[in-house]
C-alpha cells in the first residue's frame, strides 16, 4: 500500500502520546549527532554533512515513510562505500551517485520491489553486515591510537601493514581517550539507559581533553569551524560521463539501503507489534535520498540502533521521527561551535562499538553450522566484502541469493514414476488412497509420472533426468499420464521439456496425457500452442479423467463422440 504510515497514525492521537513522541524524538535526536559526525567523517566527508544528512533524511521518511518509529540517518553499512566513492569521483561524485540512489529507491517501491528484497537469504544479509562491521573496526585504528598516516592504503590487507609499520608512533594521550571513551560505552548502559551512552562518552571524553589538556586531534583541528546554518540547496553535477562510472556504486547505495531500512522496519514491526508497508518505505526513502544530496547530506537509511532507541523512549509514530530531526538541526544551529571540540579518538571509540554492535559474531558462528550450501553463501559475501569492494559483494550476493533459491526450488521438485511404486506395492506416502485405488486401474501399458513444484529452468533438467531413466521402455508403452497438480508455475525450459517430452512420446507412438493442470500453467502452455499439439482431450482436469482417457486409448473404452466429455470441465 502506498500510503504513509503518518497519515493512519494521526487518527485518535493524544496528548499522551505526544508527549511521549517528543521525549523519544529529543533522546534520539541526540544520540544521533555523534554518530551521524563520526559515520560521515568516517565517509571522508566533512562533518556537518552527516548532521544535514540525519535532518533531511529523518523528516522526510518520518513523513512519508511506511513505519510507524523508523528513524533514518546516515549509518555505518554505508561508510566503506561512500569512502571509496569521494577517494575517486569527489564530494560532488558522492552527491550525484545518492541522488540516483534515491531515484533507484523510490522506482523499487513504485514497483513493488519492497516485498522482494525480503527474500535476499539470511547468510547473505549476515556476511554483508559482518563485513562491514570487521572494515569499520579497520578504518577506525588510527584515529583510534593516534597515529599519523598520510597516505592510508585504501584495502583492508594494506591498512593493516601500514598499522604495523607505524605501530611504534601510537599517541598514548589518543589510545587513553579511546580506551576511555570504550569504557563509558560498555558501562554507563547499566547506569542509565534514557540518556544515551555515545552521548555521554563523547562529552566526558570532550571534557577530559579540555581539563588535562591531552594532545589529541580534534575535529575542530582536522576540518575547522562547522558549519551552523541549513546549506542552500544546489544540484549535483549530472555529467553523463559521471553518471555512468557511478552506476554501479548508485544500485549498490540503493540495494543496501533497501536491505538495511527493510531490516530495521522488520525489527521494529517485532518489538512494537505492528507491521510495516515496505513499498512506501521504499518510497519514502527514496525521497530522502534526492532531497539530502541537494542540501549537501550523504545516503541515508533506516537505522536500527536509533530506531529501537525510539521505541525504548516510548516512541511510537512518526512524530517522533520528525521532533528526531528537528532537534538534530537545532544541535548543529545551537552548538555547532562546540561540536569542534570533540577529540576524533572518542568518535573513533564510538565507531569501534558500532561495529561489534554490527558484527553480529554470534550468529555468524551459528551460521558456520548450517548446511554447507548456506556456509558458502556466508564466507563468499564476508570475504568479499573485506577483501575486495562492498559492491561486488552485493551483486555477488544478489547473485548467490538467486542461484541458492534456485537450488532450494530444485530441492524440493523433482519427477516420480509412481505407476512402478505402487504395482511393486510401495505405497508413496504422497499418493492419497482414493488416487492409489485409481491407480490400480491404470490399464497395463500405461506409465504414470508426477511432477513436484515449480517447473522452470532450475528444475527441468530433473525433469529430462527422470524420464531418459525409463525411456527405454518407451516402445512398450501406448500412453503416458503426466500428473501436474502439484506445479504451481511453468516457465520457456519447462515448456520446452514437455515439448521434447511430448515428441519422444510421439515417436514411440505413445499418448500424452496431462492431469490435474493448474489454471496459470495451462494459460502458459496454451499461448505457445502446446494444448493442440498434446491433444484438447489429452489435457484433464482430474487425475480420474485422465485414467478414464488411457482406457480410450487403449480400446477399453468406447470413445466419446466429443473427447471433452473425459476432461470434466476442461475449458
Known amino acids: 500500500m502506498l500510503r504513509p504510515m503518518i497519515l493512519d497514525c494521526l487518527k485518535g492521537y493524544d496528548r499522551k502520546q505526544l508527549f511521549a513522541d517528543l521525549t523519544a524524538g529529543l533522546i534520539v535526536g541526540i544520540l544521533t549527532i555523534p554518530l551521524s559526525i563520526a559515520f560521515a567523517i568516517a565517509s571522508g566527508v566533512s562533518p556537518e ?53 534515491g531515484l533507484i529507491l523510490a522506482i523499487m517501491g513504485f514497483s513493488g520491489l519492497g516485498s522482494v528484497i525480503k527474500f535476499i537469504p539470511y547468510p547473505v544479509t549476515v556476511g554483508f553486515t559482518s563485513g562491514i562491521a570487521v572494515i569499520i573496526f579497520t578504518s577506525q585504528i588510527s584515529d583510534l591510537l593516534g597515529l599519523s598516516i598520510k597516505d592510508m592504503p585504501a584495502d583492508f590487507i594494506g591498512k593493516w601493514a601500514e598499522y604495523a609499520k607505524v605501530v611504534s608512533g601510537v599517541n598514548l594521550h589518543a589510545a587513553a581517550l579511546g580506551g576511555f571513551t570504550l569504557l563509558i560505552l560498555i558501562f554507563w548502559p547499566k547506569i542509565s539507559r534514557r540518556v544515551p551512552g555515545a552521548l555521554m562518552a563523547i562529552i566526558l571524553s570532550a571534557a577530559a581533553a579540555k581539563i588535562f ?159 554447507r550450501s548456506d556456509v558458502a553463501v556466508l564466507v563468499i559475501t564476508f570475504a568479499l566484502t573485506v577483501l575486495a569492494d562492498l559492491t561486488e559483494a552485493i551483486q555477488v550476493g544478489v547473485v548467490l541469493s538467486a542461484i541458492l533459491f534456485m537450488r532450494r526450488l530444485t530441492m524440493v521438485s523433482g519427477v516420480e514414476v509412481i505407476s512402478r511404486e505402487i504395482s511393486d506395492g510401495d505405497q508413496n506416502s504422497l499418493i492419497s488412497e482414493d488416487d492409489a485405488k485409481e491407480l490400480k486401474r491404470v490399464p497395463p501399458g500405461t506409465d504414470v509420472y508426477e511432477i513436484n513444484g515449480p517447473f522452470f529452468f ?26 501436474m497438480r502439484n506445479v504451481p508455475v511453468i516457465d520457456s525450459t519447462g515448456l520446452n521439456a514437455l515439448r521434447q517430452f511430448l515428441s519422444q512420446c510421439n515417436r514411440h507412438k505413445i499418448t500424452l496425457i496431462l492431469s490435474g493442470v493448474q489454471p496459470a500453467v495451462l494459460r502458459a502452455i496454451r499461448k505457445t500452442g502446446l494444448d493442440e499439439q498434446i491433444g484438447h482431450e489429452n489435457i484433464t482436469n482430474n487425475f480420474k479423467s485422465a485414467v478414464a482417457r488411457a482406457k480410450i486409448v487403449h480400446g477399453w473404452l468406447a470413445k466419446p463422440q466429443d473427447d471433452r466429455a473425459v476432461e470434466d470441465g476442461y475449458e
Open 458 to 483: 532450475g528444475t527441468a533438467f530433473k525433469f529430462e533426468e527422470g524420464i531418459e531413466s525409463v525411456s527405454a521402455v518407451g516402445k512398450q508403452l501406448k500412453a503416458r499420464i503426466l500428473r
Open 213 to 371: 589538556g591531552l594532545n589529541v586531534e580534534t575535529i575542530g583541528s582536522r576540518f575547522g569551524n562547522i558549519t551552523s546554518t541549513l546549506p542552500t540547496p544546489v544540484m549535483p553535477n549530472l555529467d553523463y560521463s559521471v553518471i555512468r562510472g557511478l552506476i554501479s556504486p548508485a544500485v549498490s547505495i540503493a540495494l543496501l539501503g533497501a536491505i538495511e531500512a527493510l531490516l530495521s522496519a522488520t525489527v521494529a514491526d517485532g518489538m512494537i507489534g505492528g507491521k510495516h508497508r515496505s513499498n512506501m518505505e521504499l518510497v519514502a526513502q527514496g525521497a530522502a535520498n534526492i532531497l539530502s544530496p541537494l542540501f549537501g547530506g550523504i545516503p541515508a537509511t533506516g537505522a536500527i540502533a536509533r530506531t529501537a532507541a525510539n521505541i525504548r523512549n516510548g516512541g511510537r509514530t512518526p512524530i517522533a521521527g520528525i521532533t528526531h530531526a528537528v532537534v538534530a538541526l537545532l544541535i548543529m544551529i545551537c552548538l555547532g561551535q562546540w561540536v569542534k571540540l570533540i577529540p576524533l579518538a572518542a568518535l573513533a571509540a564510538v565507531l569501534v562499538m558500532v561495529s561489534y554492535n554490527m558484527s553480529e559474531w554470534r550468529t555468524f558462528i551459528g551460521l558456520l553450522k548450517n548446511q
Open 49 to 101: 554533512k552527516g548532521i544535514v544528512t540525519a535532518f533531511i533524511g529523518g523528516f522526510v521518511l518520518s513523513l512519508l515513510g511506511g513505519s510507524r518509529v523508523q528513524i533514518c540517518g546516515p549509518t555505518g553499512a554505508f561508510v566503506i562505500i561512500l569512502f571509496g566513492i569521494v577517494q575517486q569521483y569527489g564530494v560532488d561524485g558522492l552527491a550525484t551517485a545518492t541522488l540516483m540512489a
